[in-house]
């Protein structure tokens, strides 16, 4: 497939110049995991060449085939490759620390006063740079990740299932298959007696990441337990895929249908915090935990949360470069690649539907990809124009 082959070494960088990174990124990576992933390309691969295209490709495919928040998981595979173990935790929890802390503030107003602070305007000049950030890091990764028509086609036909409301995790799985059977078809014709079981195999991977038989009903209240509150956000960390609407699913299940914890109104301003501050979405553990449980619960819930990640990539980072090493697997990395990437894209088209609302965000929007493509502006400096900017004119 014409894919280098990468080293599972990590290459010893610069705690503090990752630590630096990831802190002014989880400050300014608003718009869900689509920008963050967008900015980390544009700083990692653009601009420090810590990685190739097709490494940070391989991470990227990586990261979307184990359960938890697909950005916070690219920080700390990115830490892994550049410092080791100790990258790998410098890189995550500086990623999350901003977020969870802006949170937390939030929470503690939420609970003192009854409402959110409303940051409509910043939004409004944000949401516009975005899409342009997204845009770019599609345009840049899919030159390295679409090597072939094969591959083309396949990208094309999972952006199609994506807008047809495919599950994610199937799309992904789906991809890499049917880009690792090609090999084994071109290899053996006798292998096209395995193309009836695709079906079956697409029936059961669609049910994945449905959260329909977490919630148990029951009639009254549980009794708060702060050791009960970090398993239900370790489980939820551990077991999800998919977007930010899958979590509010799950979300739900536990603490509003089961637990009796939180009520929608509660659950519904918890979601829009994380929705509105900088960083991972999952941030929202951090408010729900400090609404239900003070200042502890806070804690316990975000360290429950995301510490899953950490220890699925430290599991997973090895597998990687093996995985290059293989044709045939080889193949379906490049296969779940190209997934990854229509996955953004569709997700790009739904950002822009809500972000590109009038003639001032269209301007926006383009102005910003002229200043991203043509003059390399930082992607950071550009997200803080446009919440300026925002301000300004809403």
């Not at 509010?248 to 994380?274: C, K, N, P, Y």
């Not at 093996?322 to 690649?337: I, T």
């Not at 003639?359 to 502006?377: D, H």
Request: hydrophobic share 55%; aromatic share 10%; with cysteine.
């Amino acid at each position: 497939m014409g894919a280098s082959i990468v080293s599972d070494q990590p290459r010893h960088g610069d705690l503090g110049e990752l630590a630096a990174l990831f802190l002014r990124l989880g400050v300014t990576a608003f718009g869900g995991p689509a920008a963050h992933i967008a900015m980390m390309q544009d700083e990692v691969v653009e601009r420090r060449r810590w990685l190739t295209s097709e490494e940070f490709l391989d991470l990227l495919g990586a990261t979307n085939l184990i359960p938890g928040p697909n950005s916070t998981e690219m920080a700390i595979h990115i830490g892994r490759r550049r410092a080791g173990t100790g990258g790998l935790l410098v890189a995550g929890i500086c990623f999350i620390l901003p977020a969870a802390l802006i949170t937390f503030a939030l929470a503690w107003v939420y609970v003192r006063f009854g409402s959110v602070p409303r940051a409509r305007g910043i939004l409004y000049g944000v949401k516009p740079v975005i899409i342009a950030v997204v845009l770019q890091a599609i345009w840049n990764l899919g030159r390295s990740a679409f090597k072939t028509r094969f591959l083309w086609a396949l990208g094309a036909l999972c952006l199609v299932a994506s807008f047809l409301g495919a599950n994610e995790l199937a799309v992904l799985f789906a991809a890499g298959a049917i880009a690792g059977l090609s090999v084994w078809f071109r290899k053996d014709p006798r292998a096209v007696r395995a193309l009836p079981l695709a079906p079956l195999a697409l029936r059961s991977l669609g049910s994945l990441g449905a959260p329909a038989s977490l919630a148990t009903l029951s009639a009254t209240p549980a009794l708060f337990s702060p050791v009960k509150l970090f398993f239900v956000f370790l489980k939820i960390g551990a077991i999800l895929f998919g977007s930010g609407y899958v979590l509010l699913a799950f979300l739900r299940a536990d603490l509003v249908d089961r637990l009796h914890w939180l009520s929608e109104t509660q659950l519904i301003d918890a979601v829009a915090v994380g929705q509105l501050t900088p960083g991972p979405v999952f941030s929202t553990a951090t408010f729900i935990g400090f609404v239900v449980g003070g200042g502890s619960g806070a804690a316990l819930a975000t360290l429950g949360i995301f510490l899953p990640s950490f220890v699925f990539v430290a599991a997973s980072g090895w597998l990687i470069p093996r995985l290059r090493r293989s044709e045939k697997a080889r193949a379906f990395l490049d296969g779940v690649n190209v997934a990854s990437l229509a996955l953004m894209t569709a997700v790009t088209w739904d950002l822009g539907r809500a972000a590109l609302v009038d003639a001032a965000t269209v301007i926006l929007a383009v102005a910003s990809a002229i200043l991203l493509l043509r003059f390399k502006i930082n992607s950071a400096w550009l997200v803080v124009g446009g919440a300026v900017l925002g301000s300004t004119l809403s």
